[in-house]
């Protein structure tokens, strides 16, 4: 066998696919699977944007289309931003890619040097120490386990961790995992900071219309006189639309990124899936009743979890603001039960309770699990009665 390039060698696989896998492998035996693994909605794609697709495809579009995006999907995103975000994005600002994990990696590609710096949140989402590494990048965290209140996204974690070498910094608002959301004062004072540094802020919104407060998400590109030069943001259709699997992101990003961000899809993916394309468009300009009854269920469950935890007791954790996972700290049980970590925790529910949880190590915090409740309230019921068996017995 040849020998497989270094920058793949030390690339480890996502946890979170790897559960995807394992829950097959015990359906396959027979089991009935709790599963609170879930990174994506348990919702089905809305149908007007479903007839959009089917529609595309009886109009035979079905062809390649431009790299970055069609001219009436950047149309809608603009419009989207205005209305949501005062904030008018040019089209050439503009990547539309086959997902917002894919427009992340190559933005990173496009501007990470061996050597550079890249300040990602801790906990992270798993791929963002992996991106960056792979482009011979190095990530410095930025701590929001140790300060109060609990998991607080702050600017100073991200200002402590600067040095001449950070070329970006990743915020993940709403984060994945903790659901935590960055308040305006703090988001502009971090944009303040590093744009001073020439240093651009990458904001990853995937989660931003699933909010539980009063709604307001503080506008990365509009928040700060001129930031849109030192800002890009990361969007996805795939958690709010509930369409992960027709894989459509889109990156607003300053005109000489995008355009090097377009170059490389040019020459890997050519465009994002042209029928994905037009549903996006029904998807942003049509009716958003669905992504709020959606947002209503899961704050129904994050309502329902809270108040089972705590009557669980010696479980910390912080409500969630936004996304739809609960992330807490196990530790207690972790040692009643004389396990060895939250791997082993997850594992021995996984075995004796047939529930998926996702160890904390996954995202940088040992200790912890998340839990998804992007799954039906009956499971959810069913799931956290056993857990409390468990934890109690
Ligand atoms: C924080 C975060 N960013 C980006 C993504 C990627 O989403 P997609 O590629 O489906 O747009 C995910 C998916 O789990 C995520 O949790």
Same mark, same amino acid.
Request: charged share 20%.
């Given at each position: 066998?040849?020998?497989?390039?270094?920058?793949?060698?030390?690339?480890?696989?996502?946890?979170?696919?790897?559960?995807?896998?394992?829950?097959?492998?015990?359906?396959?035996?027979?089991?009935?699977?709790?599963?609170?693994?879930?990174?994506?909605?348990?919702?089905?794609?809305?149908?007007?944007?479903?007839?959009?697709?089917?529609?595309?495809?009886?109009?035979?579009?079905?062809?390649?289309?431009?790299?970055?995006?069609?001219?009436?999907?950047?149309?809608?995103?603009?419009?989207?931003?205005?209305?949501?975000?005062?904030?008018?994005?040019?089209?050439?600002?503009?990547?539309?890619?086959?997902?917002?994990?894919?427009?992340?990696?190559?933005?990173?590609?496009?501007?990470?040097?061996?050597?550079?710096?890249?300040?990602?949140?801790?906990?992270?989402?798993?791929?963002?120490?992996?991106?960056?590494?792979?482009?011979?990048?190095?990530?410095?965290?930025?701590?929001?386990?140790?300060?109060?209140?609990?998991?607080?996204?702050?600017?100073?974690?991200?200002?402590?961790?600067?040095?001449?070498?950070?070329?970006?910094?990743?915020?993940? =608002?709403? %984060? *994945? /995992?903790?659901?935590?959301?960055? #308040? !305006?004062?703090?988001? +502009?004072?971090?944009? @303040?900071?590093?744009?001073?540094?020439?240093?651009?802020?990458?904001?990853?919104?995937?989660?931003?219309?699933?909010?539980?407060?009063?709604?307001?998400?503080?506008?990365?590109?509009?928040?700060?006189?001129?930031?849109?030069?030192?800002?890009?943001?990361?969007?996805?259709?795939?958690?709010?639309?509930?369409?992960?699997?027709?894989?459509?992101?889109?990156?607003?990003?300053?005109?000489?990124?995008?355009?090097?961000?377009?170059?490389?899809?040019?020459? =890997?993916? %050519? *465009? /994002?899936?042209?029928?994905?394309? #037009? !549903?996006?468009?029904? +998807?942003?300009?049509? @009716?958003?009743?669905?992504?709020?009854?959606?947002?209503?269920?899961?704050?129904?469950?994050?309502?329902?979890?809270?108040?089972?935890?705590?009557?669980?007791?010696?479980?910390?954790?912080?409500?969630?603001?936004?996304?739809?996972?609960?992330?807490?700290?196990?530790?207690?049980?972790?040692?009643?039960?004389?396990?060895?970590?939250?791997?082993?925790?997850?594992?021995?529910?996984?075995?004796?309770?047939?529930?998926?949880?996702?160890?904390?190590?996954?995202?940088?915090?040992?200790?912890?699990?998340?839990?998804?409740? !992007?799954?039906?309230?009956?499971?959810?019921?069913?799931?956290?009665?056993?857990?409390?068996?468990?934890?109690?017995?």
């Amino acid at each position: 066998m040849m020998e497989l390039s270094k920058r793949v060698q030390t690339m480890t696989s996502s946890p979170t696919l790897k559960l995807v896998q394992i829950k097959k492998q015990l359906q396959a035996q027979g089991k009935v699977i709790l599963d609170f693994g879930a990174g994506e909605p348990d919702f089905p794609t809305p149908d007007n944007i479903k007839e959009a697709g089917i529609a595309a495809i009886r109009a035979n579009f079905t062809k390649y289309t431009p790299t970055s995006g069609i001219a009436e999907l950047k149309k809608a995103i603009r419009a989207a931003y205005r209305a949501e975000q005062e904030y008018e994005a040019q089209d050439a600002q503009i990547v539309v890619s086959p997902g917002s994990k894919y427009g992340l990696f190559i933005l990173l590609q496009a501007l990470i040097e061996p050597g550079d710096e890249v300040i990602v949140p801790l906990p992270y989402w798993v791929s963002y120490p992996e991106m960056v590494r792979f482009c011979g990048g190095k990530a410095v965290f930025a701590d929001h386990l140790q300060g109060q209140p609990r998991f607080a996204l702050t600017a100073s974690s991200y200002v402590s961790r600067w040095s001449k070498r950070t070329k970006a910094v990743i915020v993940n =608002s709403p %984060s *994945n /995992p903790t659901g935590m959301v960055m #308040k !305006a004062g703090e988001l +502009a004072e971090l944009i @303040g900071f590093f744009r001073k540094k020439n240093v651009l802020v990458v904001v990853d919104d995937c989660y931003r219309k699933i909010l539980y407060g009063d709604g307001k998400y503080p506008p990365p590109l509009s928040l700060v006189p001129a930031a849109s030069e030192h800002v890009a943001v990361v969007c996805s259709l795939s958690k709010s639309y509930a369409m992960t699997g027709w894989r459509l992101g889109y990156t607003i990003a300053p005109e000489p990124l995008a355009a090097a961000m377009t170059r490389i899809q040019e020459h =890997s993916t %050519s *465009n /994002p899936c042209s029928i994905s394309q #037009k !549903a996006a468009v029904e +998807a942003l300009t049509g @009716g958003q009743e669905t992504v709020r009854a959606m947002v209503e269920e899961y704050r129904l469950r994050r309502d329902y979890f809270a108040r089972r935890v705590d009557a669980i007791g010696e479980i910390p954790y912080a409500l969630p603001d936004g996304a739809f996972y609960f992330f807490a700290d196990f530790s207690h049980y972790i040692g009643r039960k004389k396990l060895q970590d939250d791997g082993q925790l997850a594992m021995d529910i996984l075995e004796k309770l047939n529930v998926i949880l996702v160890p904390g190590s996954a995202f940088g915090a040992p200790g912890h699990l998340r839990i998804s409740y !992007a799954t039906s309230m009956q499971d959810i019921r069913a799931g956290l009665d056993k857990l409390e068996a468990y934890l109690k017995s």
